[in-house]
């Protein structure tokens, strides 16, 4: 392969398909991204600039809880590749989508958007990043320290006119916040 592009094969569909459920991979603190190979062999035409993530929507309104909603709230983030197709009933218990999309590895992660409601009511919707290698809390973007960026720290409004840090460890799925 050329440069930093590797082939891995496997023996096994069963062995591939698992390596494919549970990407993104992290290796040393770094993202493995871990693609499909393309049909016709030709990696020209694959976009390793995107990598997949499964993303928990928290926040949604009991109505919208639902995977019939997660292309629309998917194309907030990126492009939108799956769901986990919970029950509206599992999805009202844990408190969230889990949706699968492609992400743009060099634009900032988003963090949230306002969901309008009705009119003059908003709800704010926070995006929870599983398996997230290094993230930098100024600007939002992966592999890449926050100790190393000279980007200033982004700041947002919340719904109750607090200004917020956009981006911090909340923004992984595996922090409690």
Not at 58 to 64: E, Q, V
Request: with cysteine; aromatic share 12%.
């Amino acid at each position: 392969m050329q440069g930093n592009l590797w082939g891995i094969f496997f023996d096994l569909e069963e062995d591939c398909q698992l390596v494919l459920r549970r990407r993104p991979r992290i290796v040393s603190n770094q993202l493995l991204n871990i693609r499909e190979w393309p049909e016709d062999g030709d990696w020209q035409n694959v976009d390793m600039d995107k990598v997949v993530f499964w993303v928990q929507a928290h926040g949604l309104s009991t109505p919208y809880l639902n995977w019939e909603n997660a292309p629309t709230i998917a194309n907030k983030i990126g492009d939108y590749l799956d769901t986990d197709r919970a029950s509206r009933l599992e999805a009202f218990r844990r408190g969230y989508l889990k949706i699968k999309v492609n992400i743009v590895v060099s634009h900032h992660l988003p963090a949230w958007f306002f969901l309008k409601i009705a009119i003059g009511r908003k709800e704010w919707i926070q995006f929870k990043h599983n398996k997230l290698p290094m993230v930098c809390y100024n600007c939002g973007r992966i592999a890449h320290d926050f100790k190393n960026c000279m980007q200033p720290k982004a700041f947002v409004y919340s719904l109750i006119g607090k200004v917020v840090p956009m981006n911090g460890p909340w923004i992984k799925s595996e922090v409690p916040m």
